[in-house]
């Protein structure tokens, strides 16, 4: 069992919320390149959603065979990036992560050189499965740069990207593929990768405090029970995000009778709320013990009832809008932080399979949604499915894992145990 005094152990090693002190030469800098990867991957990921209609026009694809490729994404998260997590358990964080940039590179460089939807689809399950590999390894070094006890501020700042890639990424590389073609969303996103590749080289840290550990390790952390409970209530409880996200435009046009001129200003607000909600709760992982996640989950159920009964008015339906983006975003780096808590030898994977399980909640959400609106229930209808989950969520939370008083497992362990 690790000592306080031994201090042979990599971060990469530990759980990111106690990584021992350190200091990276520019920190400020570290972070801003960590944070420029994931706007990268985000703008990637939220641009192919804008641009889906055009892609399936020029491939000959209906649109139902042309959202493959956007689940394929998803899935690359869920499956390949835990894989890619394992395959590289003995990685230095700082070469995993130029690879997985690189990796990013060439998923965009083929998806804008697609000749059809099938190879399409393939090539985006390669792009995805660089995203939960990237935000668990830059977890990592986020938490390296920080110091102890911040490791849900190091997540909330390597989340910060995606955050601002649904304010500003998604709708420019959408504009860019309605204006010059969807191949050139691609090719924007390979510019920003290569931004972002060029900022990593330079800024992140060389040192051996950040070499991974063993296979054993990280595998060790797949039995743990808390793990996979907490992975559970992740995918059920953030699903009310994408329950509501993915709707916003029939919000906005069908329920509140709105011009669809408004549906951007209404992600833009919804996204605002996501960074905002994002940039508090990193602050507060690290104080609460997971009771942001009680709080983010508890108020977004109010919020959820308040769209449902009176989203037809838009003065309520945008700053509902707002709200749910930012209490579900406070709860998810108290999830990161207690996801490394039951396992602190496997940092990296955890952060792999937070995010698989952020993909995860974007189906449940999406069907749940749909299935809403199938039954005939009405446009708003999907916000009581995204209730029903989120409840599921906090109510498994509360009576397993979310215990008051609840032990946390210790599982450190040194190289040679």
């Given amino acids: 069992m690790t000592t306080e005094h031994d201090t042979r152990l990599q971060p990469a090693d530990q759980g990111i919320h106690d990584a021992p002190a350190r200091s990276a030469p520019r920190p400020g800098l570290t972070l801003f390149a960590l944070a420029l990867g994931t ?9 192919s959603n804008g641009i889906l209609q055009l892609f399936a026009a020029d491939l000959g694809a209906s649109i139902p065979v042309a959202t493959y490729a956007i689940s394929a994404y998803a899935f690359g998260v869920m499956i390949g990036s835990p894989a890619i997590t394992l395959l590289a358990a003995r ?3 700082r070469t995993l992560l130029l690879g997985l940039i690189a990796l990013f590179l060439v998923g965009n460089v083929l998806s804008g050189l697609a000749p059809n939807i099938a190879t399409l689809v393939v090539f985006r399950f390669i792009t995805g499965s660089v995203q939960g590999a990237f935000f668990g390894a830059g977890a990592v070094v986020a938490a390296y740069v920080y110091g102890p006890g911040r490791g849900g501020r190091a997540f909330a700042t390597v989340m910060g990207g995606l955050t601002v890639a649904t304010i500003v ?14 191949r050139a969303t691609y090719w924007t996103v390979v510019g920003l990768g290569l931004l972002a590749g060029a900022a990593l080289l330079a800024w992140l840290p060389r040192t051996d405090d950040l070499h991974g550990s063993s296979v054993a390790h990280e595998l060790a ?5 808390e793990v996979w409970l907490m992975v559970a209530v992740a995918a059920l409880g953030i699903s009310s995000i994408f329950a509501v996200y993915t709707f916003v435009g029939p919000f906005v046009t069908d329920a509140a009778r709105e011009s669809t001129a408004l549906i951007p200003v209404a992600l833009a607000v919804f996204g605002l709320g996501m960074a905002v909600g994002n940039y508090f709760g990193g602050r507060a992982a690290d104080h609460e013990d997971g009771r942001p996640v009680i709080f983010g989950f508890g108020y977004v159920l109010v919020l959820l009832v308040a769209i449902g009964l009176l989203g037809r008015e838009i ?26 808590q039951f396992a602190p030898d496997a940092p990296t994977l955890m952060g792999a399979l937070n995010l698989a399980a952020l993909n995860l909640a974007n189906s449940l959400g999406a069907i749940g949604g749909a299935v809403a609106l199938g039954i005939g229930w009405g ?9 029903v989950l989120t409840g599921a969520g906090l109510l498994l939370y509360l009576t397993t894992v979310g215990r008051p008083g609840r032990a946390v497992p210790t599982t450190n362990r040194t190289r040679g145990e």
Wanted: proline fraction near 5%; glycine fraction near 16%.
């Fill in 91 to 93: 990685a230095n964080r």
């Fill in 169 to 182: 990424g998604s709708p420019l590389g959408t504009l860019v593929g309605q204006q010059v073609g969807w």
């Fill in 379 to 387: 446009t708003l209808s999907t916000v009581w499915a995204g209730f």
């Fill in 39 to 47: 706007f990268a991957i985000g703008t990637g990921e939220f641009g």
């Fill in 221 to 225: 952390a797949l039995r743990r029970r």
């Fill in 315 to 340: 003065l309520i339906l945008l700053p509902a809008l707002f709200g749910v983006g930012a209490t579900m975003m406070f709860a998810i780096p108290a999830i990161q932080v207690k996801l490394t």
